[in-house]
């Protein structure tokens, strides 16, 4: 499937990618990633809906985010080995080439998370 992007930079600063078939709106994204352009990069967001999984839609929206940023160091904060559920998270990060470094701050709720970083020079 060919996929559009439809991109927002409003006056905070943050970058909204919204990933949806050509022909539909961004309000009917199937994913929706959000990040900021300081440095270094964040990944804040990073959603696809559930019944749009396995579908590619999550690599297609990190493929665009790096291509964006393609010699800059990206961040993403993501769920850790034994949360229930976030391998496919853990997957798709390590897939498109980056790194556990370790514990992050905890969620809001408490529930533990782990620190990815994708390193590249910036030369």
């Excluded at 790194?99 to 970083?117: F, K, Q």
Aim: charged content about 25%; proline content about 9%; some cysteine.
């Amino acid at each position: 499937m060919t996929w559009s992007f439809h991109t927002e930079d409003p006056a905070d600063g943050r970058l909204r990618l919204h990933a949806a078939p050509p022909a539909l709106k961004p309000h009917h994204s199937r994913g929706l990633l959000l990040s900021r352009p300081n440095q270094p990069h964040r990944i804040h967001w990073l959603a696809v809906r559930n019944s749009q999984r396995r579908r590619g839609v999550g690599h297609a929206l990190l493929t665009a985010i790096v291509d964006r940023w393609p010699t800059e160091t990206i961040e993403v904060v993501t769920f850790t080995a034994d949360t229930a559920g976030g391998a496919p998270a853990r997957r798709l990060y390590e897939c498109h080439g980056f790194t556990c470094v370790g514990a992050s701050d905890p969620a809001p709720d408490g529930s533990p998370r782990d620190l990815y970083i994708l390193r590249r020079d910036s030369t």
